[in-house]
């Protein structure tokens, strides 16, 4: 079993910066991609950002793209979203999530564990 807790989450005005974070416990964290998702009220959960298991590849969607950064540390057993320029849009619950596999893309399918989820809000 896999445990995942997200943190970093919170109210911040447009064009500000945030830093989430994800610690995992339960499993060899370095042999796996990890994902971030969200979902905003009323909407699907939708994809992020994702992580290969060494962090030399990463995928975004394009609706962050040039905004957010992911990262890991295989040492400490974490995965970051750094979120720059944020917009009101941003607004939703985000989720970590760990895959199966060493690499991983934007489809729910291919994350078996997530956390509970941190709330970001974004203020016009």
């Known amino acids: 079993q896999v445990q995942l807790v997200e943190s970093g989450g919170g109210l911040v005005q447009a064009g500000s910066s945030l830093r989430l974070s994800c610690a995992a416990s339960g499993r060899t964290f370095s042999n796996y991609a990890m994902g971030w998702f969200r979902q905003a009220p009323g909407k699907e959960r939708t994809f992020v950002a994702a992580i290969s298991w060494s962090g030399a590849s990463t995928s975004y969607a394009d609706s962050v793209k040039g905004r957010f950064t992911i990262s890991r540390d295989n040492a400490k057993n974490t995965v970051d979203l750094q979120m720059n320029s944020l917009k009101p849009e941003d607004t939703a619950v985000y989720y970590c999530?760990?895959?199966?596999?060493?690499?991983?893309?934007?489809?729910?399918?291919?994350?078996?564990?997530w956390g509970q989820g941190t709330q970001v809000t974004v203020s016009s």
């Open positions: 999530a760990a895959a199966t596999t060493r690499y991983s893309g934007s489809y729910r399918y291919e994350y078996k564990y």
